[in-house]
């Protein structure tokens, strides 16, 4: 089995790419000139804007992991560009060259209704507003009309690694007012490769699915876990379910993750 990565020099891609190499998995990763990967990884330059330079990465694979997206910049119509056309490009180029590949593409659990009434649900009919999920959903529409074997997983906040990520929250989320007993599903990178080599195995074709931990915890609770400040409130909670994911297909599909909690995580040091 061979696997190109897209995205493979960003938070998840690096990560991923080393658990891959580590299960024995041929992995090869789409780069830009001068950027280094993970040992055990083939670089193939190119980039998904540039759909001239996509045919030598996909060409021969049995497997995509479609990472790479723009998430955290003013620039809308770059984000636009990257998640949308950049996935377009992609699938094209996999059509053409790689028909047969499975296409796994990584979305968000931010396309879920901020005011949705249960956990956010892959059935659920979405509709964002910002430009980062909203160019995820429109990338995941040309994905399942693409006539490609394809896979989708929603992934929640992403943290583990000493990527920093889950210590920087608070202070993020203090500026957008989120309550303290908001809770949050979340995914140690550990299980972004449990959920994605589950996917390689055909369980996941032609599904969405969501990936996430076995317990989401309040704004507050994470705040104490990395030692930051967050206020505390009695308020009334007005949203209960925003960055909350369903992940009962996950689980009827055999995913199982490995670092259930963040709880866990800290007593492992893998935070």
């Not at 996909?58 to 997206?69: F, K, M, N, R």
């Not at 074997?149 to 989320?173: C, M, Q, S, T």
């Not at 930051?228 to 409130?233: F, G, K, L, N, V």
């Amino acid at each position: 089995m061979t696997i190109l990565v897209t995205g493979g020099t960003g938070l998840v891609g690096p990560r991923l790419l080393k658990r891959f190499v580590a299960a024995g998995i041929d992995c090869r990763a789409l780069v830009r000139p001068g950027k280094e990967l993970p040992a055990g990884v083939t670089a193939v330059e190119g980039d998904i804007l540039s759909f001239d330079s996509l045919a030598a990465a996909v060409e021969g694979v049995s497997a995509i992991v479609h990472l790479a997206a723009l998430f955290r910049t003013s620039d809308e119509d770059q984000i636009w560009k990257v998640n949308l056309e950049g996935t377009r490009n992609l699938i094209a180029a996999s059509q053409e060259h790689a028909p047969s590949a499975r296409f796994l593409m990584a979305s968000t659990s931010n396309v879920y209704d901020a005011d949705t009434s249960h956990p956010g649900r892959e059935t659920d009919e979405v509709s964002p507003t910002l430009a980062y999920p909203a160019s995820k959903v429109e990338a995941e529409k040309e994905l399942r009309a693409s006539g490609l074997n394809w896979g989708i997983l929603r992934l929640p906040f992403i943290y583990g690694d000493k990527d920093g990520h889950l210590e920087a929250l608070p202070g993020r989320v203090t500026g957008m007012k989120w309550h303290p007993a908001q809770k949050l599903s979340v995914v140690h990178h550990e299980d972004i490769a449990t959920g994605f080599k589950l996917a390689l195995t055909g369980v996941m074709d032609h599904r969405t699915v969501n990936i996430a931990d076995e317990s989401p915890l309040t704004m507050y609770e994470i705040a104490q876990i990395v030692d930051s400040a967050y206020e505390p409130s009695a308020e009334p909670l007005i949203n209960p379910w925003q960055g909350h994911m369903d992940v009962t297909l996950a689980r009827s599909l055999g995913f199982q993750p490995k670092v259930p909690t963040i709880y866990q995580a800290v007593r492992e040091g893998r935070l």
